[in-house]
């Protein structure tokens, strides 16, 4: 009766299906149930949606941040939707806890924005930066420690500090439908085409095609992906 409840609750708010695990009990999932009915209260309160905000969550500059319905957001995180385009957040999309999407690292010049797509699974501790732009297509999912930068520093005059030389912006585009492991850093102007893999630990620094396994320190093509067995 619980796993049927919560089953019409996660088709109704997140908009898909879910299959629990036949080891779970029902005194787990009640709990369970109880902390998000929590979260969500919280989100209806703060957001006026149905949003699910963990426990001290900001989100800064509201009227710049969108949230679709079903968004989670994991404790202790922070939204800054300080830009030109503000912060966006697709249906039943998720951020774990302890991470930090920041539009603008600088109020001198503020950031271009952050759109996540519907159904983006992000992990904990991600850190991602929107002064250049960042796009992550639908369905995207990335384990924890993400680090996304769509900025540069220039360093070429070495008469000037660094800090005092500006900054190039280019932008990050992310597909739809790619699997991010843990401890991934993407950097500025780099472009992920739909149905990658990106191995844990890569630094991607390039333009990629889409359905190929990419990895290492920088990133390379390691393979593509077929529907051959």
């Not at 029902?26 to 309160?45: A, K, N």
């Not at 999407?101 to 699974?121: A, F, M, Y």
């Not at 360093?155 to 991934?184: M, P």
């Amino acid at each position: 009766m619980i796993k049927s409840m919560l089953k019409f609750a996660v088709l109704k708010i997140k908009g898909r299906t879910i299959v629990f695990d036949k080891q779970v009990r029902d005194v787990d999932l009640i709990s369970l149930s109880f902390r998000q009915t929590i979260c969500v209260l919280r989100g209806l309160l703060f957001l006026r949606k149905l949003v699910s905000l963990g426990t001290s969550v900001q989100v800064l500059t509201k009227y710049k941040a969108f949230f679709g319905r079903g968004v989670s957001i994991g404790s202790y995180s922070t939204i800054d939707a300080m830009g030109e385009n503000g912060f966006y957040i697709g249906a039943g999309s998720s951020i774990g806890s302890f991470s930090l999407l920041k539009v603008s690292g600088t109020l001198t010049s503020i950031g271009k924005g952050i759109k996540i797509g519907c159904n983006v699974g992000i992990g904990d501790f991600a850190h991602i930066g929107g002064a250049g732009g960042v796009i992550i297509g639908d369905d995207t999912i990335a384990g924890a420690y993400l680090s996304i930068h769509p900025e540069n520093h220039v360093f070429s005059d070495t008469n000037e500090l660094i800090r005092n030389q500006g900054v190039t912006r280019k932008g990050i585009e992310i597909g739809k439908n790619c699997w991010i492991g843990a401890k991934v850093t993407i950097l500025d102007g780099s472009i992920v085409g739909n149905g990658c893999v990106i191995a844990a630990g890569a630094v991607v620094n390039g333009i990629f095609p889409n359905n190929v396994v990419i990895g290492g320190v920088p990133a390379k093509i390691l393979k593509e992906i077929n529907n051959v067995k």
